[in-house]
């Protein structure tokens, strides 16, 4: 009889298993057929960037983003969308480490796998599919759509990433962590193990201080 798995690991996704920003990928490919659109997001952008550690200002300003690029799109259209743009983000060259697809496989074998994201849900199901996992689990930021208009019902960064994966009944203590960015602190302060993956210079230097014995990749 096959014992239930124990232990739990968590990946976060963008600058994980990819090098980029997924979500960041998609809204691209959007405004490349809707240029004009491009000059109400670039000062959206702007004060994203220049919000720095405000992390819910930058936070509010990348739905706010969202929001313009995807406007017109009915929820079917936006499917479509995403899932072509998830299966093409896999096939190209570069966009997903494929060492770490290989290690989040393997680690299925014996553990419970969650990848836990702040980019949305379609798109992130269609690109994990198109990289040979199509079973997965996702905890990921999901869409709204009212008279074609989306919004983001429910952002998965910061702490919400906790409150999402403890109200799916993963066992966030027991878990290890695979994670590039200092905005999963929140989580990574509370998983077993956390696992630094090619982070940038500062959130190697948040991480390191916050984690005194977390593991790094680079």
Request: aromatic share 4%; charged share 25%.
């Amino acid at each position: 009889m096959q014992q239930p798995m124990t232990s739990v690991t968590l990946f976060d996704l963008d600058g994980v298993l990819t090098t980029k920003d997924t979500m960041a990928a998609l809204i691209v490919q959007r405004l490349k057929r809707k240029p004009f659109r491009l000059l109400m997001v670039l000062p959206i952008y702007a004060v994203a960037v220049i919000a720095g550690s405000h992390r819910e200002l930058a936070a509010r300003a990348n739905r706010l983003a969202v929001q313009v690029t995807f406007k017109g799109l009915s929820e079917p259209e936006y499917r479509d969308l995403a899932s072509g743009a998830g299966r093409r983000l896999a096939a190209q060259p570069g966009f997903v480490r494929e060492d770490l697809i290989q290690h989040c496989r393997n680690t299925q074998k014996a553990s419970r796998v969650v990848i836990v994201t702040a980019s949305e849900l379609c798109l992130v199901e269609s690109l994990l599919e198109a990289t040979g996992l199509p079973d997965v689990e996702v905890i990921a930021s999901r869409l709204t759509f009212t008279d074609r208009s989306p919004r983001v019902a429910l952002h998965n960064v910061g702490y919400q990433k906790v409150r999402s994966l403890e109200a799916a009944g993963i066992p966030v203590e027991r878990a290890t962590f695979y994670t590039d960015s200092a905005s999963d602190l929140p989580l990574a302060l509370k998983t077993a193990q956390t696992v630094i993956v090619h982070p940038t210079k500062r959130s190697r230097r948040r991480l390191l201080t916050a984690l005194s014995g977390a593991r790094l990749i680079e």
